[in-house]
């Protein structure tokens, strides 16, 4: 079973390397969606979505909302970056939140624009590291 969160921010950034409209300063309001999987327990919960939320409000939100994305990454600004930074952010912390649950984060998926996003699944993370 499965479950996600969404989430939205706004921030400011440009593309580096880039030839395009997209090397301007411009801003979006980004989509972030956590999917969790796991077993439910006995209430019929595989994770609580306060939990999910604490984390990503605590360690990305609060860090990116309203900022410009440039001065904080140390990467350059692409939906695929920001995306594999996430997964490894949410990772770490639903670790440390649910030692004891076997539930894991499978996918994280970025919307830069209503069109447009990237996505990094649990099988790809693991065949990137
Ligand atoms: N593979 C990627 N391509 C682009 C990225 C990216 O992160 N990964 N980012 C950008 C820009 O940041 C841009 O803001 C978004 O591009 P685009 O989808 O072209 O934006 P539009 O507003 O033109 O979208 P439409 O819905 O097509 O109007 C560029 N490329
Ligand atoms: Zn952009």
Redesign the pocket.
């Known amino acids: 079973m499965s479950v996600t969160k969404s989430f939205t921010f706004d921030s400011a950034?440009r593309?580096d390397d880039?030839i395009?409209?997209?090397a301007n300063l411009?801003g979006?309001t980004y989509k972030l969606e956590v999917t969790i999987k796991g077993r439910t327990d006995h209430r019929g919960i595989v994770v609580d979505f306060g939990d999910i939320k604490g984390i990503v409000n605590e360690q990305i939100i609060a860090k990116y909302d309203h900022r410009f994305l440039n001065d904080l990454m140390p990467f350059n600004t692409?939906?695929?970056n920001m995306v594999f930074h996430f997964f490894e952010i949410i990772d770490t912390y639903l670790k440390q939140l649910i030692d004891n649950t076997p539930c894991r984060l499978m996918k994280v998926r970025l919307w830069?624009?209503?069109?447009?996003y990237?996505e990094l699944t649990r099988e790809d993370y693991d065949a990137a590291e």
């Open positions: 950034h593309l880039y395009g409209k997209c411009h979006h692409t939906a695929e830069e624009t209503p069109t447009a990237a």
